[in-house]
């Protein structure tokens, strides 16, 4: 007994190890590539910088310039419309789509294989390509709306200042819903018919089968896969920057494309660093803020 108790303890210590061991590797590459430059980012907000020297720690005098500026609180105004729109689009879409597709058809079993296109596009190539269909002269997109007299002269999509962000979200949903919709397709195929066929033979109607059946059974799903489209669209920056580059007249800058602009083009270094981790901080408020909400989806 007491010699079948020692192995069944070696045996645990031993799963632990090679648990361990396997994601000793990833947990190294995530220290190496996250944890150091976050590190170096949050000691940089709080520091000097002027051409690659660090002249030393100011305290919050960059937190106090980004705020002052007209632009960044223009900025915090585009990151709401791009974070809560762009979201709440996406997972509603991708809700839609999931359903339809979840279904067994030929046409379902089409779309599931094509509707990842828009996702594994790059960024640079979709936002050319958007910006070529959306342009007031050439674009398709006006051409069309032209023919169906939808309207009667070319509108610019992307220079117009007062829609202009709406157009860039509009353009992210429709690259981050095919990931989303199979994402929730999978969690949908994975509800037990048994339950709709009992809900059946109760007299529940399609309406009634997807609130208290598919909803339930897919809530965490829902949860998990809402916390990674903020990340998503939160971090995104190629496709704005390449579209608009924060323009017209700064209308479309998000915050990724002004920490990119006072890094890279003004060499406002602690100013950029400054703004990274004001936007870790409301990133971190709004998922933490949504799975308390949600905690039940847990359970």
Aim: glycine share 4%.
């Amino acid at each position: 007994m007491v010699n079948l108790l020692k192995k069944k303890i070696s045996r645990k210590y031993y799963n632990y190890a090679f648990a361990y061991t396997l994601i000793f590797p990833g947990l190294i590459a995530v220290i190496i590539f996250i944890a150091k430059p976050a590190y170096d980012t949050f000691v940089l907000s709080f520091s000097k910088f002027f051409f690659g020297r660090n002249l030393g720690f100011i305290g919050f005098k960059n937190f106090e310039t980004i705020f002052s500026e007209q632009l960044f609180i223009t900025v915090l105004k585009n990151s709401i419309i791009w974070l809560f729109v762009g979201s709440l689009l996406s997972i509603l879409l991708g809700l839609f789509i999931a359903l339809y597709i979840a279904q067994e058809n030929k046409l379902s079993l089409l779309t599931r294989s094509i509707i990842l296109i828009p996702w594994i596009l790059p960024d640079v190539l979709t936002a050319i390509t958007w910006k070529w269909m959306l342009n007031s002269k050439f674009g398709v997109i006006n051409d069309i709306l032209l023919r169906l007299s939808i309207f009667e002269n070319p509108y610019t999509f992307l220079g117009d200042p007062d829609t202009v962000i709406y157009t860039l979200v509009f353009i992210v949903v429709w690259r981050k819903v095919p990931l989303v919709a199979l994402f929730l397709c999978a969690a949908i195929r994975s509800v037990p018919i048994e339950y709709y066929e009992a809900a059946k033979i109760d007299g529940a109607n399609s309406f009634q089968k997807f609130i208290h059946i598919t909803l339930r059974h897919i809530a965490f799903s829902i949860t998990a896969i809402t916390c990674i489209v903020l990340i998503w669209i939160s971090s995104e920056f190629g496709l704005p920057w390449v579209a608009t580059k924060g323009g017209p007249m700064d209308s479309s800058h998000i915050i990724s494309t002004y920490i990119y602009q006072n890094a890279f083009e003004h060499l406002r270094w602690g100013v950029s660093s400054a703004a990274s981790v004001v936007n870790i901080i409301i990133l971190c408020i709004l998922i933490i803020s949504y799975l308390f909400v949600n905690k039940k989806t847990f359970k």
